[in-house]
């Protein structure tokens, strides 16, 4: 119910008790569905995400409503119980689940996850993983790291984050109320009260709407996670709590209001997919919908929707919904390496009847149980000394993991020299091999620090001062050259599918006496593009710094000259836009010619790599793990995982000698199909980048590329 608020100073009457409301209860039900589902088959509900977004604004109802119930009754709020009650509620469960991730973490993962998976374990329990996943998604090489067993976290640290602020925010309107004006009458004290609280849920409301809105544009996939971006979604719930009251609905004129309500929040979550841009002003539809739901709900008790909200299920769905959330997602990413193989409908369905087994028990007796406990209950003091040692139980479990990580790890580093055998790695598919089994069983199905693209060697040194931006530095110089006079120089340049070739380049700078500069940019082509993405829209801000540096590197490696310019990029993903609505591919490969034309005309070659074919566009990307005797299973169609790539189109319309593109594609393809394990050697690193090993093994054909084009006159 909304609560109205009595003098501060003296309060007449205790506020009305707490009313239980199933629809809120049912929204709670749909929230835990949507995310639930969404979470097991993307494909079928790709906006289910929007239930977190329901639960933010039921948590600013009724935390809104409860404070200003407590402050009414009170003329305060006890700001310590408060707090306790909320660790009494939430930190039995969630730590619980945190301690069983970090078992099944270890128990069933392959062993590099564990680092990444432990530090987010760690932020969890801290209730900063929103914070650390913001951060993550500006690492380009984060990106592609798989999924942690507790990265569902960032939106209980968001709420949690919530919880420290709001109270203090209303408590200080309350404070600042007293001292303006002369408290003549109680109802004159009543209004300005009333007035500071809502005058403070919409400050933060619109301040927080408007950097939302600002923030996504910029930096969608930071504004995404970021607590000031979700802040306008808690203060709608709250708005609702203070204003509710005060608007009235007729019997009909609610049961209108409710089925919009629900009708926004179901449209939001079949509408909307991953290319969404979200939050910002597509939040709107779900939040609204929540919002009319519960104001139609102040008014009545009893609406059309009763019939089906009120229901036993979906009351007892509502009620495990908090355990439902936290134990559904690690079971998610556990179950294929549990069951050795991808999910299947019937490993999914386990997975829900799990969850819910395990979010009745944990419901009743940990969530339950954990509220009531005689020794906490009744000391505020003994909630948060519980809170610190519970915390320090998962820090110390975290360390353990860290150190057995490290252990692992400790000799685990690329191999000076790569020798292949007739049938080993690529070499298999070269012209004349006779290889038995050619795409059997892997040697190895775990990518370990030995198999990492993105390794920086000793004569690469620091980053230069070139190339810079604010806090993204692109460029080092590795000299290979041992001193020699006047060594051939090379510039290898492009995003993390430039990178990934780096190994092999490095040998035969080795082998050469080559000075090597790399500038990299993660998702940023190296050509003359109008871009706009990589995979999807990228925010203003990153979408100007990626032209700028691209521009800049274009005229840094006319001016240093180089003998040979090595380029690749991921050019099938990368979105551009020239406002001609000519198709992608002729666009970026004008875009890269121009580039390559330029350079040309100053004397440089330009070598450029031909993309591999696609992985996680067309498999799962742990296929390899779950099928390692049968890695042939992961192959998948020539013209489904190669469709063109705009580097090859440009390099066939160079018209300079001094222009070469090396294509690949029969080192990871046959006539009919690309595979995943070639030669007894895992292809790929990760979601879209080769194993470090693999690209090191057709460092001789880049070689004689590389040879070929440097001896050539033009």
């Not at 990760?686 to 690209?695: I, M, R, V």
Request: aromatic share 10%.
């Amino acid at each position: 119910m909304s609560v109205s608020l009595r003098s501060a100073d003296a309060p007449t009457a205790a506020p009305k008790a707490r009313v239980f409301r199933t629809d809120i209860q049912a929204l709670r039900a749909v929230a835990i569905g949507l995310v639930v589902l969404n979470h097991l088959w993307p494909m079928r509900l790709p906006g289910g995400y929007v239930g977190v977004d329901v639960f933010f604004v039921i948590s600013g109802f009724l935390i809104t409503g409860h404070l200003v119930g407590e402050m009414t009754l009170t003329g305060g709020v006890r700001l310590g119980a408060f707090y306790a009650r909320r660790i009494r509620r939430l930190l039995p469960a969630a730590l619980l689940v945190l301690a069983v991730s970090l078992v099944l973490l270890v128990l069933f993962l392959p062993y590099p996850r564990w680092e990444r998976g432990a530090w987010e374990v760690a932020a969890s329990a801290g209730y900063v993983e929103n914070w650390f996943l913001a951060s993550m998604s500006v690492n380009y090489s984060a990106l592609n790291d798989a999924a942690s067993v507790v990265q569902h976290y960032w939106s209980l640290s968001v709420e949690e984050q919530f919880y420290i602020v709001w109270p203090v925010l209303l408590v200080a309107a309350l404070a600042v109320s007293r001292r303006t004006g002369r408290p003549d009458t109680r109802r004159g004290v009543r209004a300005r009260t009333a007035t500071a609280l809502i005058a403070v849920v919409a400050l933060v409301g619109v301040a927080s709407f408007v950097a939302s809105v600002v923030y996504t544009t910029m930096a969608p996939p930071q504004a995404y996670f970021a607590t000031f971006t979700r802040g306008w979604e808690f203060a709608i719930g709250g708005a609702v709590a203070l204003l509710g009251s005060r608007i009235p609905l007729g019997r009909a004129a609610a049961d209108i209001v409710s089925l919009l309500g629900f009708g926004l929040i179901v449209v939001a979550a079949f509408a909307y997919d991953h290319a969404t841009s979200f939050p910002g002003y597509a939040a709107l539809v779900p939040v609204l919908g929540t919002a009319a739901v519960i104001l139609a709900g102040n008014s009545h008790a009893a609406l059309w929707h009763a019939k089906v909200t009120a229901l036993r299920p979906v009351q007892w769905i509502g009620g495990v919904s908090y355990s439902l959330y936290l134990w559904h997602w690690p079971l998610i990413v556990v179950a294929p390496f549990v069951i050795g193989g991808e999910a299947s409908t019937l490993s999914k369905v386990a997975v829900l009847a799990i969850s819910l087994v395990l979010a009745v028990l944990t419901k009743r007796f940990v969530e339950d149980a954990g509220q009531t406990w005689g020794y906490w209950r009744g000391s505020s003091r003994r909630a948060f000394g519980l809170m610190v040692t519970g915390m320090l139980v998962i820090a110390a479990l975290v360390a353990a993991v860290l150190a057995a990580y490290a252990a692992r790890v400790e000799a685990d580093s690329p191999p000076d020299d790569l020798a292949a055998s007739t049938c080993e790695g690529p070499s298999a598919l070269a012209p004349g091999a006779e290889c038995d089994d050619p795409f059997g069983a892997a040697d190895y199905s775990v990518m370990t620090k030995k198999n990492e693209y993105f390794y920086t060697p000793a004569e690469c040194g620091e980053f230069l001062p070139i190339l810079t931006y604010g806090d993204l530095k692109t460029t080092h110089e590795c000299d290979f050259s041992r001193g020699e006079e006047d060594p051939t120089r090379v510039w290898l340049i492009g995003d993390s599918h430039a990178q990934q070739w780096q190994g092999a380049v490095f040998d035969i700078a080795e082998e050469h006496g080559w000075i090597v500069d790399t500038s990299f940019y993660g998702g940023c082509p190296a050509a003359d593009v109008e871009f706009i993405g990589f995979r999807s829209a990228w925010g203003a801000a990153d979408v100007e710094r990626c032209r700028e540096w691209s521009s800049d590197l274009a005229d840094t490696v006319a001016e240093e000259d180089p003998d040979l310019v090595i380029t690749a990029m991921a050019s099938r993903l990368q979105l551009v836009d020239d406002g001609s609505d000519r198709p992608q591919v002729d666009q970026m490969s004008d875009g890269l010619l121009d580039y390559w034309t330029r350079w040309s005309e100053e004397g440089i070659k330009v070598l450029a790599l031909a993309d591999p074919p696609f992985n996680a566009e067309v498999r799962s990307p742990d296929c390899v793990l779950h099928n390692a005797e049968d890695p042939k299973s992961c192959a998948r169609p020539r013209a489904e995982a190669h469709p063109v790539d705009p580097v090859v189109v440009a390099g066939a319309q160079a018209a300079s000698p001094s222009i070469s593109v090396l294509d690949l594609t029969d080192r990871f393809c046959d006539a009919t199909s690309c595979y995943a394990v070639v030669g007894g050697i895992p292809v790929y690193y990760d979601a879209d980048h080769l194993n470090l090993e693999y690209a090191r093994l057709l460092g001789t054909e880049i070689d004689a590329a590389a040879e070929r084009l440097l001896a050539t006159g033009g």
